[in-house]
Structure formats: structure tokens, C-alpha cells
């Protein structure tokens, strides 16, 4: 299996009941501004070259975002938040996203979620999280040879992402890594793989984007980072 064909059978998951009746649910009840859409309604694989130097761990497919479009942080605010940055920086083809055929291109970056589906109020359950688990576990595994920093964005994916790691091999530091914003976290691989950085960085969901938690300027420093470690 390739990333490719990773990202295509992910869309065939049914595992977590819940999210399936939920993702399927919005995407036939849709919301007013969007009824002429036909809403995606499943799970979303990752996007971004399949040999990126930068991975971005997010949460989950919005409801009305990556839900409805079928692309990672596409069709929310979050994901407006998200590529005006990484445009900012030099890792995006453009400063906006709106469906898959907008013409976006991401430069050595890979957006990708611990969990696939759609979560009622963006909240999945810890069973939810580990019963998605090996979908990150197998696009993580599959990115290492070139993978060398990983933006997480928030507490949620961070807790979710460090098993994966250390599953694949990684050595975590022996008191477990702390999430916050401007957290950076070296793991070094067993033999002579290169060293992985991990960088916490606040969710640009609207609640900390619309509150200045999390400022346009303070995720481009975060991006500014990544791309300078990952030789991007
Ligand atoms: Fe499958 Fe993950 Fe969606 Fe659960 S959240 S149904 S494991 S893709």
C-alpha cells in the first residue's frame, strides 16, 4: 500500500457507528448556504504531497467543511486561517481554499487528522480517537522517509499523535511531552533515521482565532519554523 491508495481506501471506514451515522446525517440535512452541494459525507484522507518534509496533525473534518468538500481543511474557516499562512510562508500555492478543484497546491506540507470522520460539536471520544488510530499510524509510517517536522494543531491531536510515534519507533523523552503552543519536541529514531521535530501549535478553530488566542502572525512564526526545519 502507497499513500495513495491509503487515501483511498480510508474513504471505504465504517468503524466508529457514530461517526458514520453523524458524517452521513449532515451530509443529507446540509446547511442552508450550502443545499446546492453535494457534501462529501465521509471519511477525509489526507492531503499534501505523499513525500512531504512537514505533516500537520489537525482534529477532525468539520461538519460543514471538510465534511461537505472531501478535502482536509477545506470549506472552513479554519482551513481559510490555515492556508493563509502557509501561502504566507511559502508552502501553499495560493492564500485561499474553497473545494478540491481550486487549484491548491501545498509545497512539501501534508495535511492530515487523527480522526477521519465528522464528530457531533468537533468532539470525538477517546474510543472514537484510538479507533482511528491505525489510519494515522499507517500515513505517519508510510511519510518517514520524508518526514522530518510535524505541526499539531491542538491538545487532542497531540495525545493522539505521540502513541503512533513512539509505536514507529521513536524515542519519547521520558516524561511525556506537554501540548502548548510553541512546544518543540525532538525524537530521535532508533539507527540512523533523522531526527523528527514536533511542533505545538494552537488549533485555528474559530473559537481561538475569532478570541486572538491564536493570531494570523503567531501561526505563520509557527509555520516560518517548521518549513526552516524541515529544509523547506
Ligand atoms: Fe473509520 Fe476513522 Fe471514520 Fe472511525 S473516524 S469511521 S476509524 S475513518
Redesign the pocket.
Known amino acids: 500500500v502507497d499513500v495513495a491508495e491509503l487515501d483511498s481506501v ?1 474513504t471505504e ?4 457507528p457514530r ?2 451515522a453523524w458524517r452521513e446525517e449532515i451530509a443529507v440535512v446540509k446547511r442552508a448556504a450550502f443545499r446546492d452541494w453535494e457534501y462529501w459525507g465521509r ?1 477525509v484522507p489526507g492531503f499534501g504531497p505523499t513525500d512531504a518534509a512537514l505533516g500537520v496533525v489537525g482534529l477532525a473534518p468539520a461538519a460543514h467543511g471538510a465534511n461537505r468538500t472531501g478535502r482536509m481543511f477545506t470549506g472552513d474557516p479554519s482551513g481559510d486561517f490555515l492556508v493563509k499562512a502557509l501561502y504566507e510562508v511559502g508552502l501553499a500555492s495560493r492564500p485561499t481554499c474553497t473545494d478540491i478543484d481550486d487549484g491548491l497546491e501545498l509545497y512539501g506540507v501534508r495535511l492530515t487528522a487523527p ?3 465528522a464528530p457531533p460539536q468537533n468532539k470525538p471520544t477517546p474510543a ?1 480517537r484510538d ?2 488510530r491505525p ?1 494515522l499510524a499507517r500515513e505517519i509510517e508510510l511519510l518517514a522517509p520524508s518526514l522530518r517536522v510535524i505541526v499539531v494543531l491542538g491538545a487532542f491531536g497531540w495525545q493522539a499523535l505521540l502513541p503512533v510515534l513512539r509505536d514507529a519507533g521513536r524515542q519519547l523523552p521520558p516524561r511525556r511531552p506537554v501540548f502548548g503552543h510553541g512546544a518543540h519536541v525532538v525524537l530521535p529514531a532508533a539507527g540512523d533515521a533523522r531526527d523528527l521535530h514536533l511542533l505545538g501549535c494552537y488549533h485555528p478553530s474559530l473559537r481561538n482565532t475569532s478570541t486572538g488566542r491564536l493570531t494570523q502572525p503567531m501561526l505563520v512564526e509557527v509555520f516560518d519554523r517548521a518549513a526552516h526545519l524541515a529544509g523547506l
Open positions: 480510508v471506514c465504517r468503524a466508529c461517526l458514520v471519511p480522526v477521519r470522520c472514537e479507533t482511528c489510519w
